[in-house]
């Protein structure tokens, strides 16, 4: 069973950053096309960054966000820099082609 654990979420100041991690069971992340998507109140869910052999962003995060991954660990990450206060979200980690997701992590842009 896929297991997804997406923790470093927390308040950051407008222009302010923060690192997103995910970590996996029961499944090689460098196997699989990993996925990070954002879900603010009242708003449907949506992809922000892909990694497989390479990365792709939604237009508004590229050049801000960075995805990556360390398969030694198992995790895959996402630096997000220059936040804005409507990137308030709940993010979450997510494998191509799977069911299953973890229970997100809160990033809340705020002076």
């Known amino acids: 069973q896929v297991q997804l654990v997406e923790s470093g979420g927390g308040l950051a100041q407008p222009g302010g950053s923060l690192r997103l991690s995910c970590a996996a069971s029961?499944?090689?992340?460098?196997?699989?096309?990993i996925e990070w998507y954002r879900q603010a109140p009242g708003k449907q869910r949506e992809l922000v960054a892909v990694i497989t052999k390479g990365t792709n962003y939604a237009n508004s995060m590229e050049g801000r966000f960075t995805i990556s991954r360390d398969n030694a660990k198992n995790t895959v990450y996402l630096q997000m820099n220059s936040l804005k206060p409507e990137e308030t979200a709940v993010y979450y980690c997510?494998?191509?082609?799977?069911?299953?997701w973890g229970q997100g992590t809160q990033v809340t842009v705020s002076s």
């Open positions: 997510h494998v191509n082609g799977v069911p299953s």
């Open positions: 029961g499944i090689i992340f460098s196997d699989n096309a």
